[in-house]
């Protein structure tokens, strides 16, 4: 997988709603007795709708040809959300860790490394990165409390979505616009020009909201004015 060259890509796009959420792949049974069985059977994976602000052709034409670099198969960009771009606590701004230790079957990841006092709250992100060639990106959410120890050290039990396989003691973590690696899935929509010179969005794709999926997303539209 490569990440698209540009640097920031995902701070270019004039973003101006965004539905950020986690979804999962399972499948259910039905018993006889009313009881629902759940598995799960591929790996959650973050989604979001994303809606472009209005732009002048001069930025739709910058925007339009970064967007044209995603129709290229295993190319990635990283984005996170915007609404969201720090611990709730953190006052505006982020910290970095390294993985101390992981207990994958109780969804907990042990940080070391914060400073003294870190608080860390529900509905947090936490990035890892882990391995090499490609570097992954893990992207969870917290969902309880916790505060840093003296020693600069937290337990954080219960991150959804589980951590994966391949997450090592030394991995870096990081809490400050916290992103994960997205593909495309499908072709983008680009904007095209009508007859008076405005430009406006064509039917290729969405031009309000894009499907993005961690690994596999729809690049969004940019409409202009």
Request: with cysteine.
């Amino acid at each position: 997988m490569t990440t698209i060259p540009k640097p920031g890509f995902w701070n270019l796009l004039p973003v101006q709603s965004l539905d950020w959420r986690l979804s999962v792949q399972q499948e259910f049974s039905g018993l006889a007795g009313g009881d629902v069985l759940r598995a799960d059977v591929g790996a959650s994976l973050w989604t979001a709708d994303v809606g472009l602000a209005p732009m002048t052709p001069a930025t739709a034409a910058t925007i339009r040809t970064l967007l044209m670099q995603l129709e290229r198969p295993g190319v990635s960009f990283l984005a996170y959300d915007l609404a969201s771009q720090y611990p709730a606590a953190g006052g505006g701004s982020g910290a970095q860790g390294t993985v101390d230790s992981v207990d994958l079957a109780a969804s907990e990841i042990r940080v070391a490394g914060l400073p003294a006092g870190y608080e860390i709250t529900a509905g947090d992100y936490v990035e890892i990165q882990y391995g090499a060639n490609p570097l992954r990106y893990g992207l969870h959410r917290y969902t309880g409390d916790v505060t840093a120890n003296a020693q600069g050290t937290a337990a954080l039990t219960g991150v959804v979505p589980a951590p994966r396989a391949g997450i090592v003691a030394g991995s870096l973590v990081d809490f400050a616009r916290r992103k994960v690696a997205r593909q495309p899935r499908g072709k983008a929509a680009h904007p095209v020009t009508s007859a008076s010179g405005e430009e406006r969005s064509g039917r290729r794709g969405s031009t309000r909201a894009a499907s993005a999926r961690n690994r596999q997303c729809r690049a969004p539209a940019p409409p202009c004015r």
